[in-house]
């Protein structure tokens, strides 16, 4: 018997689906394969840059079995949202730090934070029993 999914989880899932795909748009950014829309994305060095896209694709990947999580109501989904939330805005705060520009991870930063704040609202903690 599976467990009734509130609309407020099905939020979640969904703005979990939007941070992967903002996680692989970033990956691809770094190996140079998009463009830069919003400014420069890069991980310190030009040639270290495949170690930030390789970070921001394993994010992605566990984005989506977040998704997976959230969606069949889990409980460790939620504990994985609030950890990969915070883990994707300390990968964004390092790209700043490193040579991205601040507007190229406003998506991910505003994103992921979110998310955060979202899953720490009493009602979507009570759907998962925390």
């Not at 394993?58 to 977040?66: D, K, Q, S």
Request: aromatic residues 14%; glycine residues 8%; charged residues 10%.
């Amino acid at each position: 018997m599976e467990k009734h999914r509130p609309f407020g989880v099905t939020l979640l899932a969904f703005l979990a689906l939007l941070a992967m795909l903002a996680a692989v748009y970033h990956a691809l950014q770094m190996l140079g394969l998009l463009p830069y829309t919003f400014g420069e994305v890069k991980f310190y060095t030009p040639e270290a840059s495949w170690i930030g896209a390789l970070m921001w694709g394993l994010l992605a990947a566990i984005y989506l079995w977040v998704f997976w999580l959230l969606w069949k109501v889990k409980a460790e989904g939620w504990l994985f949202a609030v950890v990969l939330s915070t883990l994707n805005l300390v990968l964004a705060a390092l790209s700043i730090l490193g040579a991205s520009d601040f507007q190229a991870m406003l998506p991910a930063i505003l994103l992921n934070g979110l998310i955060l704040v979202y899953c720490l609202l009493p009602g979507v903690r009570e759907a998962f029993g925390t």
